[in-house]
């Protein structure tokens, strides 16, 4: 708005109701005090957003969340708000002492599913044919599948079926487990609640920290580091 001649007036409405247009704006589930590392990313309330150099491999932007997975809270989402230049958005999980410059799933002690190529990614920096790309408006999901109880695994369960084991354990129907490090765990991914796939690997001492990695400018994504809980 201008004032382009000497004597204009502005008449200011009352009782004017102001809407905030922006959701980041009002996000206020999530906080620093859940996260264990923030490299090069922008966290507002459950919103991620790049904030890196985005001009080499090694200009990773990595999220780590506090807590990490165990039996009664395995399972995490991130929807793609804004894929950036190239979408180089990674949900998976990483042990504590992970490298900051590394995307999920590059460095052993990983594994993540990554947006761009659809590829899985397990300690290497080689990926394999996994499942689908992801875009714009896409849910991606990442859980573990605990080895409690043991005659119990992924490969033929539903997403809906993983949602009732959640809920058994919350109800003390099945048995709960600690962190160890010494067994191994089934690993799956989901894209818009559906099942993409499972893959089994050794859970490091101190357990998996829920992961996202971003590469390039203007990536942005929302968290929620419970979505089988309220």
Known sequence: ???????????????????????TLMMVDSG???????????????????HGQGTSILDVGLAQAKQPLNTTSHYFEIEILDPGENCFIA????????????LPGWDKGSIAYHADDGKVFIGCGVGEK??????????????????VPLN??????????????????NEGTLQDGN?????????????????VGVRRVVLPYGGFLPSIGMLSFHEKVKVNLKPLTG
């Open 130 to 147: 996994f499942g689908p790309k992801c875009y714009k408006g896409d849910t991606m999901g990442c859980g573990i599948s605990f080895p």
């Open 91 to 102: 949900i998976g999980l990483t042990e504590k002492d992970y490298p900051k410059n590394r």
């Open 179 to 195: 962190i160890d490090g010494s067994e191994f765990v089934e690993v799956f991914f989901t894209k818009n609640g559906t099942m």
């Open 1 to 23: 708005m201008n004032l382009e001649n000497k004597g204009d007036k502005v008449e200011m409405e009352e009782n004017v109701n102001f809407v905030i247009q922006d959701e």
């Open 32 to 50: 620093e005090e859940d996260w264990y590392c923030l490299h090069d990313v922008t966290l507002n309330g459950q919103i991620l957003e790049y």
């Open 152 to 169: 119990q695994r992924t490969h033929n369960l539903s997403f809906e079926d993983l949602r009732r084991q959640h809920e058994a354990r």
